[in-house]
T-cell receptor, first 115, second 113 residues
């Protein structure tokens, strides 16, 4: 089945460590790609998005993601995490032909940053 | 704050009952999408409304239904509640049928007992 996969269910890091969260999707054709973050008790908010152009996308709070079309991947990175980055991170895709504009989400990665 | 508000924030219902969840979209947004997020899972698309018409539906049974009003606010109705309907229900508003960024509300936590 076509889907979005996030490699890690739970990641634990110390402050100042580098972060990379994997995301792969299985749709062919043109996709729109997103990373959302959900801080404890808060709404889902957009970190960054890729529609076209430069495959290296910069988002808010020092996050970036790289779209690698040949690998069907859109991995999220941050050079140095902070305790405040503790949250759940979701990769999402708008599939080709966008029937209804639905976002297809991965299962999420819970990030815990130790002070 | 996203400007998307959902009510109520929490709800407990009994199996077999019916529930209505409400969403006010962000000003200027004409598209509302509903998602179900079970514990430990990513959100799953239920359906989308664009200018008061359903514009796409996910893999949910007909007892999940919706409505969008002229002011673009929306309701999600679930009939004949089942235990596994317990989840966080998220509303997202956007423009252009969701092709642009979707802004999410804080969700309604539904517990079915």
């Amino acid at each position: 089945a076509q889907s979005v996969s996030q490699h890690n269910h739970h990641v634990i890091l110390s402050e100042a460590a580098s972060l990379e969260l994997g995301c792969n999707y299985s749709y062919g054709g043109t996709v729109n790609l997103f990373w959302y973050v959900q801080y404890p008790g808060q709404h889902l908010q957009l970190l960054l998005k890729y529609f076209s152009g430069d495959p290296l996308v910069k988002g808010i709070k020092g996050f970036e993601a790289e779209f690698i079309k040949s690998k069907f991947s859109f991995n999220l990175r941050k050079p140095s995490v902070q305790w405040s980055d503790t949250a759940e991170y979701f990769c999402a895709v708008i599939p080709p032909y966008n029937q209804g504009g639905k976002l297809i989400f991965g299962q999420g990665t819970e990030l815990s940053v130790k002070p | 704050e996203t400007g998307v508000t959902q009510s109520p924030t929490h709800l407990i219902k009994t199996r077999g009952q019916q529930v209505t969840l409400r969403c006010s979209s962000q000003s200027g947004h004409n598209t509302v999408s509903w998602y179900q997020q079970a514990l430990g899972q990513g959100p799953q698309f239920i359906f989308q409304y664009y200018r008061e018409e359903e514009n796409g539906r996910g893999n949910f049974p007909p007892r999940f239904s919706g409505l969008q009003f002229p002011n673009y606010s929306s309701e999600l109705n679930v009939n004949a509640l089942e235990l596994n309907d317990s989840a966080l229900y998220l509303c997202a508003s956007s423009t252009k049928k969701g092709e642009n960024e979707a802004f999410f509300g804080q969700g309604t936590r539904l517990t079915v007992v």
